[in-house]
């Protein structure tokens, strides 16, 4: 980390040579008597990326206009061939589209030459490379976590198996005079080891979606099928409340290359999520249309909807909709959309407070 003391090693990538002696001298004017920044110089993008390979860089100075790069593709390709590396774009464009959109993808800050000095440049370095640390520092308690998480969930599969295998025993063999309460008592034992086998298996998926663990095992199948099963598994539940499951198939095979099982767990989340947000007695509609490049599943309930400033959160981990009176984890929405985008599709909620909810799966198919 860099005192004020401590020299920031500097990379500046810039192929005007006026612009780069001026920004040198206004770096080392401010810096007064102390060596503030070791400053390199690459006048090419590929001499830039060579010296990020060879040399501790804390920062980048990057000009986005290069004789060998142009535009927002130059900071693209620094910030994924050092993406711990803190850059701060220095450039000639007054856009703040651009610095706008280099922000929002990694960039630190964005100066427009001329309009700062090397001052303000010096204190953006500084800064730049403080909340790199601590971007860095969350990354690794984001990872901490997942670990934790994916441990902690193996640990218990063990247990709760042998709590889910003995109370099937007990009920298998449960005597015709055992008290009702007593009955009951066991039936709920059972129903808790099935939930709680549900958390595990959904902690253990988004610790493999987030570490980039999860393979897809694709195969040519016809999603009417898929589609089906995981209809029929919720069946039971949807009965209990007296709701209705339309689901009229086109008469010809959807076919697309997917993961069927983990298809059909986003499927199976959506129509859960449609039975305990739905009406009693109300009607769940799933419908599959084939379009030119891609097929899309849709699944509607009548609900009472989600709040517009809602939409968007609930594919976040562990949030839900206030005042839902959900129970869940706030994770089979976020496993659902990390499973889609595995398949490079796209997942999405349209809904009006009091008018229920559609949730989109559109999926790419072959040409």
Request: include cysteine; charge should be negative.
């Amino acid at each position: 980390m860099n005192g004020l003391d401590t020299p920031i090693r500097a990379l500046l990538v810039e192929d005007n040579p006026g612009d780069a002696r001026l920004i040198r001298e206004m770096l080392r004017d401010a810096g007064g008597e102390h060596a503030a920044v070791e400053l390199a110089h690459a006048d090419r993008l590929a001499l830039g990326l060579e010296e990020l390979t060879n040399q501790v860089t804390d920062v980048v100075l990057l000009d986005l206009t290069l004789p060998d790069s142009h535009g927002f593709d130059t900071f693209t390709a620094v910030h994924a061939h050092a993406p711990d590396v803190a850059v701060v774009v220095l450039s000639g464009l007054d856009d703040e589209t651009l610095a706008v959109r280099s922000v929002q993808e990694g960039a630190q800050d964005y100066l427009v030459k001329g309009q700062v000095d090397g001052g303000a440049i010096l204190r953006s370095m500084r800064y730049a490379i403080e909340r790199q640390r601590l971007e860095a520092a969350r990354r690794d308690l984001e990872r901490q976590r997942d670990e934790f998480f994916s441990s902690v969930s193996h640990d218990l599969r063990t247990p709760v198996a042998a709590i889910k295998a003995a109370i099937g025993v007990v009920l298998a063999n449960m005597p015709p005079d055992m008290p009702p309460p007593l009955q009951r008592l066991l039936g709920n034992v059972d129903l808790a080891a099935d939930e709680l086998t549900s958390l595990i298996e959904d902690l253990l998926e988004m610790a493999r979606l987030q570490s980039g663990r999860v393979e897809l095992w694709r195969s040519y199948v016809d999603l009417r099928d898929v589609i089906a099963r995981a209809g029929r598994a919720i069946e039971p539940l949807i009965g209990a409340r007296g709701q209705h499951l339309l689901f009229s198939p086109p008469a010809e095979p959807v076919i697309a290359s997917v993961d069927a099982e983990r298809l059909g767990r986003v499927l199976s989340n959506l129509l859960g999520n449609a039975h305990k947000y739905g009406r009693e007695n109300g009607t769940i509609l799933v419908a599959v249309e084939r379009h030119a490049s891609e097929v899309c599943i849709s699944v509607t309930d009548d609900g009472p909807g989600i709040p517009p400033d809602d939409q968007e959160r609930i594919f976040e981990r562990f949030f839900r909709v206030r005042g839902s009176g959900s129970s869940g984890t706030g994770l089979g929405l976020a496993i659902a959309q990390g499973l889609v985008e595995l398949h490079c599709g796209r997942l999405w909620v349209e809904s009006t407070p009091g008018r229920g909810s559609t949730f989109r799966v559109a999926l790419p198919v072959d040409q």
